[in-house]
């Protein structure tokens, strides 16, 4: 399997930070899936009116331990 790293987290720390499970520094990169997009809601947000922020997530390709972030723009 390829692993994919996302183009406009070349200089972001995530990318090299180790696996807090197992300490592999091997990832794959994507997304949380669903239909519509998976968000961030601040606290007291009404949904669907804004200010959600998009994850993306990464899969440890040793453990299997997924992260999920706030997408960088």
Known sequence: MMEE?????????????PCHICGSTRYEWGHPGSQGGVYFMPQGA????????????????????????IKNR
């Open 5 to 17: 790293k996302p183009k406009n987290l070349e200089s972001d720390p995530r990318e090299t930070t």
């Open 46 to 69: 009404i949904h669907g009116w804004g200010g959600g922020q998009p994850l993306e997530a990464r899969k440890c390709l040793r453990c299997g331990n997924v992260q999920i972030f």
